[in-house]
């Protein structure tokens, strides 16, 4: 019987400012481990994305889909580059593929203000934003990638599935996730929001519908439903009010990158795709060419999502120390955001992509030591 206080992890660095902040969350993951003591990580790196597209001809090789299968989680950076298509005309997307592959039907998108963070609204204190986008992954509008059709150079059509094992089993998802996860002291109540268009489309309606049979068998957890465009609104106008808000795929795509800009933006946005047998962790953000390799990437979001892989890993192997290993890493970020001396350059500060995983890192030595 495998020995679970060895966790593998499939390490795909990928394209652009995704190598450079896929090196800080490694160094903070690092750091925590030798600072614990209590588990090992056997941490393997693979190369998948725009580059490896170019160099082999395959955005995921053969090679790394296996070790992400076998892994015990995955960690990604960010893929892709604008001007490496495929020649259909559309980026790659292998992140896209896995969720696919690996079943992430999942999408789970935390936003959360801590102090020090920026954020483009007034009167709204630390912690009073600490919402959950959750995202139907494996269905929505996402379910055409490839297979939207263009007929005549006169018409173009892609395809909205929605099934009732897919809705059923994200809206169960959204209920647990309401139920237990942790909160801010002055973040909401538990309750989770179903997010459509019900009212013009009979997919969205059968979504809803599905929802409120769920939310039936979940009385704990209050519900509340809200049309896309009334929730654009509301994330502005009152974000401390949401909590969980789960959606279809294309629909959380949008929203979870409006919620991060309320936070800090993209670099302050973490990101775990989970299904039932596996899970892979990335910072929400792009590859951001034009600034990979100048030191100036915001490597939290990466650290964060290390710090969820950590509390999943945790809760799913029933290994309190790696949980604990979560908690630690996301107080470091807390505690080098509020003090203000080591800030990311899109938070106002000047310190670089190295320095701010370094003063993580040193944070997460401290609070152990």
């Known amino acids: 019987m495998p020995n679970k206080n060895i966790l593998h992890i499939a390490v795909l660095p990928?394209?652009?400012?995704?190598?450079?902040?896929?090196e800080e969350a490694v160094r903070v993951l690092r750091t925590v481990e030798k600072a614990l003591g209590t588990f090992t990580l056997r941490i393997q790196k693979y190369e998948a994305g725009a580059g490896c597209y170019q160099r082999s001809g395959s955005d995921l090789p053969p090679d790394t889909l296996v070790a992400c299968c076998q892994a015990d989680a995955v960690l990604l950076g960010a893929m892709g580059h604008p001007n490496v298509r495929k020649p259909d005309g559309t980026e790659l997307t292998p992140q896209v593929t896995l969720r696919i592959e690996l079943d992430l039907y999942a999408g789970v998108r935390p936003c959360k203000l801590y102090a020090g963070a920026k954020t483009p609204l007034a009167n709204v204190k630390?912690?009073?934003?600490?919402?959950?986008?959750?995202?139907?992954?494996?269905?929505?509008?996402?379910?055409?990638?490839?297979?939207?059709i263009v007929l005549h150079d006169q018409l173009a059509t892609d395809t909205l599935v929605m099934t009732r094992r897919g809705t059923e089993r994200i809206c169960e998802f959204a209920f647990r996730l309401a139920a237990e996860?942790?909160?801010?002291?002055?973040?909401?109540?538990?309750?989770?929001?179903?997010?459509d268009k019900s009212n013009i489309f009979k997919s969205y309606a059968f979504f809803r519908k599905?929802?409120?049979?769920?939310?039936?068998?979940?009385?704990?957890?209050?519900?509340?439903?809200?049309?896309?465009?009334?929730?654009?609104?509301?994330?502005v106008q009152k974000p401390q009010q949401c909590d969980v808000l789960v959606t279809e795929n294309m629909f959380g795509d949008i929203?979870?990158?409006?919620?991060?800009?309320?936070?800090?933006?993209?670099?302050?946005?973490?990101?775990?795709?989970?299904?039932?047998?596996?899970?892979?962790f990335q910072p929400a953000?792009?590859?951001?060419?034009?600034?990979?390799?100048?030191?100036?990437?915001?490597?939290?979001?990466?650290?964060?999502?290390?710090?969820?892989?950590?509390?999943?890993?945790?809760?799913?192997?029933?290994?309190?120390?790696?949980?604990r290993a979560g908690s630690l890493i996301e107080r470091a970020v807390a505690e080098v955001l509020a003090q203000g001396k080591t800030l990311p350059v899109d938070q106002g500060g000047n310190a670089t992509t190295q320095v701010v995983g370094q003063a993580i890192a040193d944070q997460v030595i401290a609070a152990t030591s």
Not at 211 to 234: G, M, T
Not at 285 to 301: R, V, Y
């Open 14 to 22: 990928g394209d652009g400012i995704g190598v450079d902040v896929t």
């Open 126 to 148: 630390p912690g009073e934003i600490d919402l959950v986008i959750l995202r139907e992954q494996t269905e929505g509008l996402f379910a055409s990638q490839s297979g939207g």
């Open 181 to 195: 996860r942790p909160r801010s002291q002055h973040g909401p109540t538990p309750r989770v929001t179903c997010v």
């Open 210 to 235: 599905i929802f409120d049979e769920v939310a039936a068998r979940n009385l704990s957890i209050p519900k509340s439903h809200a049309y896309i465009d009334a929730q654009a609104l509301y994330l």
């Open 255 to 280: 929203l979870s990158d409006l919620a991060a800009a309320l936070v800090g933006g993209m670099g302050m946005a973490p990101s775990a795709d989970i299904g039932d047998h596996h899970a892979v």
């Open 285 to 323: 953000h792009g590859t951001a060419p034009d600034i990979a390799g100048k030191g100036i990437a915001n490597p939290i979001a990466a650290i964060l999502s290390a710090s969820m892989m950590l509390d999943w890993l945790g809760r799913r192997h029933r290994l309190a120390e790696v949980t």
